[in-house]
């Protein structure tokens, strides 16, 4: 019984008796959402300052601003490349197996009412509203807020500062090395609790929204599932393996966060870890601390994937004729409003709220078709978002010189 000790393991059978409890007890299951709600707050209530604390010590003790400019632009060459492949990858699945055929929607039919505040949300988005989003009004709301990019911002800024600092600035930066370790160390506590949240969350989905509506929408789940899955296995197998990484040995390297992330249906709740593991697997803390947290808001796979089979799906089951020109406009439209999905609650709906809005011809009261199998589906994208940041890290620390592959390789070969 060695094998109930491992957290994955424990994980697993959490989800397992979370689903049954949702199917045979709907009401019961439905009562349990606090177990997955307050896991999920008790892990984001360390993510800002883990980053902050990471990213500084790592920019600190770098000592080289350019060198650190260069991990933040390879990240974002290689977030782009990949998102769009994401984006057009979801687009072809769409076209070739056509989930919406047959739903014969229209707008008279549909609850309008269900979607009202994602529409309001999105008209107020606008790009420059985006990036002055990353400026915190305080210094400390970004923390109160649990703003990813604007601590980011802020470590950024204190770590080149302090670094600037050279011996006067070390008192500070052993302090904020032993800090950052009693934050991991209030994390390890916490994830214990992960089994217990994914059977709450489990439970929860499963009887909120029940088999009908996994019957009901079925095709469209397949279709981003198995979209999820061609992209993790294809896209970032042959990208691992062309930078010297095993994809395989990856995923059992980080199973216990995929388990995590699959139960509660939400990839940052795995982020605090993913940066431990990351820098025990071989890169450098500066790069760890900088490609991570905006690989969480700018390299989001899976979200990609959903924006564009859902924009499809939608077009597809109100009979909305979509020209080839149409879809390149909607493709354009999304490698841009894609960005935004993290930096607000609700953010994937919000973002395909603002595409179909800004596209025009598809009528964004059709969200309402996908409001109840959301919380279905975010099980694929999150965890399609989690291995794609996890792959991201390793390969450009790789690129840029910040990788210890001698201790990379025996942490991956190691992990059974």
Not at 52 to 79: E, H
Not at 305 to 323: D, E, S
Not at 378 to 395: C, K, Y
Request: net charge positive.
């Amino acid at each position: 019984m060695r094998f109930l000790k491992h957290l994955y393991v424990q994980v697993l059978i959490g989800i397992v008796i979370g689903g049954l409890i949702g199917f045979y007890f709907p009401t019961t299951g439905t009562s349990l959402k606090p177990l997955g709600d307050g896991f999920i707050s008790l892990i984001k209530m360390l993510i800002a300052p883990i980053i902050f604390c990471t990213v500084v010590v790592g920019l600190a003790g770098m000592g080289d601003l350019k060198k650190a400019g260069k991990v933040g632009f390879k990240a974002f060459v290689y977030f782009e490349i990949v998102t769009t492949a994401a984006l057009v990858i979801g687009l072809l699945v769409a076209n070739l197996l056509k989930p919406g055929d047959g739903f014969n929607a229209t707008v008279e039919t549909l609850n309008a009412g269900s979607v009202a505040k994602y529409e309001t949300a999105a008209k107020s988005m606008t790009a420059v509203e985006h990036i002055l989003h990353i400026i915190p009004k305080t210094f400390v709301s970004a923390f109160a807020e649990g703003e990813i990019l604007q601590v980011l911002f802020l470590a950024l800024l204190f770590g080149i500062a302090l670094g600037q600092l050279g011996d006067h600035g070390r008192p500070i930066l052993n302090l904020l090395q032993e800090v950052t370790r009693v934050f991991f160390g209030m994390l390890n506590s916490i994830t214990k609790l992960a089994p217990l949240a994914a059977a709450g969350a489990i439970a929860f989905t499963i009887g909120q929204y029940g088999v009908s509506t996994l019957t009901h929408l079925g095709k469209l789940m397949f279709c981003v599932y198995l979209t999820c899955a061609l992209f993790i296995f294809i896209v970032l197998g042959l990208i691992a393996r062309w930078s010297g990484f095993s994809l395989w040995k990856i995923l059992k390297y980080i199973r216990e966060e995929i388990m995590i992330v699959l139960g509660t249906s939400t990839s940052e709740t795995a982020l605090p870890s993913l940066m431990n593991k990351m820098e025990k697997a071989g890169c450098a803390r500066s790069a760890v601390g900088i490609i991570v947290p905006s690989g969480y808001s700018f390299n989001l796979d899976g979200t990609c994937i959903y924006l564009t089979m859902a924009a499809i799906f939608i077009a597809q089951a109100m009979n909305v004729p979509i020209t080839l020109t149409e879809e390149l406009t909607l493709l354009a439209t999304l490698l841009l409003t894609s960005k935004g999905a993290a930096a607000v609650a609700g953010g994937g709906f919000i973002t395909l709220a603002a595409t179909l809005a800004t596209v025009g011809h598809i009528p964004v009261a059709g969200i309402a078709l996908i409001l109840g199998v959301d919380r279905l589906l975010s099980e694929a994208r999150s965890v399609t978002n989690f291995i794609g940041n996890t792959v991201a890290t390793l390969v450009v620390s790789r690129w840029n010189g910040d990788y210890d592959h001698a201790k990379g390789q025996d942490v991956l070969a190691d992990k059974s």
